[in-house]
């Protein structure tokens, strides 16, 4: 069974960054494309970044410019490198498969405050 793990979350002043890691197991992921969503409070989850198994990559508009989504196969990880970071960007972001078909992970908090 494929599992997803997303870590590097944290608190962080506007205008600063992280990097989030998504490491997955039980299936070959270099063959999907994969993608990082985020859920805020009261809202729907939504996909921000996509990366597909050749590497093309694509942003929702609110985070382009501002996040860069990586993947290293040999190490069946994704990553998102997040910069300028904004109040709205506070959400639990997730790891899955675009479109989704694995059972979502506890996701990791991102909370952007003063």
């Known amino acids: 069974q494929v599992q997803l793990v997303e870590s590097g979350g944290g608190l962080v002043q506007p205008g600063g960054s992280l990097r989030l890691s998504c490491a997955a197991s039980?299936?070959?992921?270099?063959?999907?494309?994969m993608g990082w969503y985020r859920q805020a409070p009261g809202k729907q989850r939504e996909l921000v970044a996509t990366?597909?198994?050749?590497?093309?990559?694509n942003y929702a508009d609110s985070v382009k410019g501002r996040f860069i989504i990586s993947r290293d196969n040999a190490k069946n990880t994704m990553y998102l490198q997040m910069n300028s970071l904004k109040p709205e960007d506070t959400a639990v972001y997730y790891c899955?498969?675009?479109?989704?078909?694995?059972?979502w992970g506890q996701g990791t908090q991102v909370t952007v405050s003063s």
């Open positions: 990366i597909t198994s050749r590497f093309s990559t």
């Open positions: 039980g299936s070959d992921f270099s063959i999907n494309a």
């Open positions: 899955n498969t675009v479109p989704y078909l694995i059972s």
